[in-house]
């Protein structure tokens, strides 16, 4: 059985196959991979998401959107008739959701932090 992850690599190439140009098969399958960014270098850094509620971990996520969907969608179930909105502080990469009722805005303890995961164990890093 093939993985999610393949599946959609397999997607991604024959979609590129279908409508590229008439070149190299196995660059345009490179090229479509890299450009939907399915594509990693072993010695890269992984960037995650982690959905929280105060100190809760909800979930992690591999975007920022699928991370603040899943926030704003528990802040719903107590807040059914507030409008919210995100205050990112793009020092920490902490993203805040803000909830406003009846004109008044107010935190929701919900936030969305990015994470840096190393791919290799770095002694020379700060602990």
């Given at each position: 059985m093939i993985s999610k992850l393949a599946m959609l690599a397999k997607k991604?190439?024959?979609?590129?196959?279908?409508?590229?140009?008439?070149?190299?098969?196995?660059?345009?399958?490179?090229?479509?991979?890299?450009?939907?960014?399915?594509?990693?270098?072993?010695?890269?850094?992984?960037?995650?998401?982690?959905?929280?509620?105060?100190?809760?971990?909800?979930?992690?996520?591999?975007?920022?959107?699928?991370?603040?969907?899943?926030?704003?969608?528990h802040a719903r179930r107590d807040l059914p008739t507030a409008s919210f909105d995100w205050i990112e502080d793009e020092e920490d990469g902490v993203a805040e959701l803000v909830a406003t009722v009846h004109?008044?805005?107010s935190p929701t303890g919900y936030t969305v932090t990015t994470l840096e995961i190393a791919s290799k164990y770095d002694p020379e890093a700060d602990e």
């Open positions: 991604t190439i024959e979609a590129a196959w279908l409508n590229g140009s008439s070149y190299d098969l196995a660059t345009q399958a490179a090229e479509a991979l890299e450009s939907a960014q399915l594509l990693q270098s072993p010695d890269s850094e992984v960037i995650i998401y982690r959905a929280a509620w105060d100190t809760v971990p909800l979930g992690w996520y591999t975007t920022p959107t699928e991370a603040r969907k899943h926030c704003k969608a004109g008044v805005e």
